[in-house]
């Protein structure tokens, strides 16, 4: 009887979108934003990055791929862009900064085994009055 080993590949999806968040957190922190918090966690759900870009409260999505292909920012389609909102809003009554300025951004980190990654940073990727 053969047993089928799942853990690995799931392990390597985590680092890989682990690999992905620094990427992306030290990109942005080179830019001059400040991180807040990295995977905040409430009843409504996860937020990957949050960063100030001064007064700005910058909501960040991180999409990595281990790949090229298709967009990695094409994975945050509207029903996650909701859900984004959503739990960036009770983030935002939870630090009592309701009246601070929004932004969501999505970051794409491309990762092919042996290859430099390349990251994509989408400044405003969507609005939250949009959807």
Do not use: C
């Amino acid at each position: 009887m053969t047993k089928r080993i799942e853990a690995p590949m799931a392990l390597g999806r985590q680092a890989l979108g682990r690999r992905g968040e620094d990427l992306a957190a030290g990109h942005l922190e080179a830019l001059g934003y400040k991180i807040v918090v990295r995977n905040h966690v409430n009843q409504l759900g996860e937020l990957d990055l949050v960063a100030l870009d001064n007064e700005t409260v910058v909501v960040v999505e991180v999409k990595s791929r281990s790949r090229a292909g298709r967009p990695p920012a094409e994975a945050v389609g509207l029903r996650k862009r909701r859900k984004l909102v959503q739990v960036a809003s009770l983030f935002l009554k939870l630090k009592r900064w309701q009246d601070r300025p929004v932004r969501f951004d999505v970051v794409e980190v491309v990762s092919p085994p042996g290859v430099a990654p390349a990251l994509n940073h989408i400044p405003r990727a969507f609005e939250a009055d949009d959807l």
